[in-house]
């Protein structure tokens, strides 16, 4: 119940593309639902976040949806380029705990 | 605005030692997680403190403690070293309230051999 499931394991676009990553969780007492990009070598950085009063919330080309019916939400990177290229983490936390539950990771490779 | 730093970058230890490892966190910040990276995976959570206090565990055994100071930097010990250590170790900060937004600092990369 404390899983959250990520999909695809990796991703390959051009530049210019819409990729898009999708998790789904079990745990209704989750509350908030961070993305984070890592760079190879590098740690997570805070990308975007939700929470599931709202359905969509966009930060510059990144976009999450979120679906609280199905318990689902994803990432859809607008208009994609060559350095977005990294591996993308959804998680998941809530006021009870406070810690981040990650998913397994999309590595998404931008062509030119 | 100073993020969140960890030292060192990278260490080599044999099976049986033991390690420590430090974090500083993001300026304004009273709460440190650390978190395990394995290769490939997403980050595991290890414990979090807070005023000097371990708040919450994941599952991990009692070969791995922590600490945290007065000025809210914090350290990572684990005892007793396996290969399967071997990993990336990360802290995050954030501020009490707000647990959920937290902030990576670029890791310790452990390799025990």
């Known amino acids: 119940q404390q899983q959250v499931k990520q999909s695809p394991q990796s991703l390959i676009v051009q530049k210019g593309g819409i990729p898009i990553i999708n998790c789904a969780y079990e745990?209704?007492?989750?509350?908030?639902f961070p993305w984070y990009q890592q760079f190879p070598g590098k740690g997570p950085a805070l990308l975007i976040a939700i929470r599931p009063d709202v359905s969509e919330k966009k930060e510059g080309r990144f976009t999450i949806s979120f679906n609280k019916s199905a318990k689902q939400f994803s990432l859809h990177i607008m208009d994609s380029q060559p350095g977005d290229s990294a591996t993308y983490f959804c998680?998941?936390?809530?006021?009870?705990?406070?810690?981040?539950?990650f998913g397994t990771g999309t590595r998404l490779q931008v062509f030119p | 605005d100073a993020g969140v730093t960890q030292s060192p970058t990278h260490l080599i230890k044999t099976r049986g030692q033991q390690v420590t490892l430090r974090c500083s966190p993001k300026?304004?910040?009273?709460?440190v997680s650390w978190y395990q990276q394995a290769l490939g995976q997403g980050p595991q959570f290890i414990f979090q403190?807070?005023?000097?206090?371990?708040?919450q565990r994941g599952n991990f055994p009692d070969r791995f403690s922590g600490h945290q100071f007065p000025n809210y930097s914090s350290e990572l010990n684990v005892n007793a070293l396996l290969l399967g250590d071997s990993a990336l170790y990360l802290c995050?900060?954030?501020?009490?309230?707000?647990?959920?937004?937290?902030?990576f600092g670029p890791g310790t990369r452990l390799t025990v051999t």
């Open positions: 995050a900060s954030s501020l009490v309230g707000r647990n959920y937004e937290q902030y």
């Open positions: 745990n209704t007492a989750f509350d908030y």
């Open positions: 998680a998941a936390s809530s006021r009870n705990t406070d810690k981040l539950i």
């Open positions: 300026s304004g910040h009273d709460t």
């Open positions: 403190y807070y005023e000097e206090e371990e708040r």
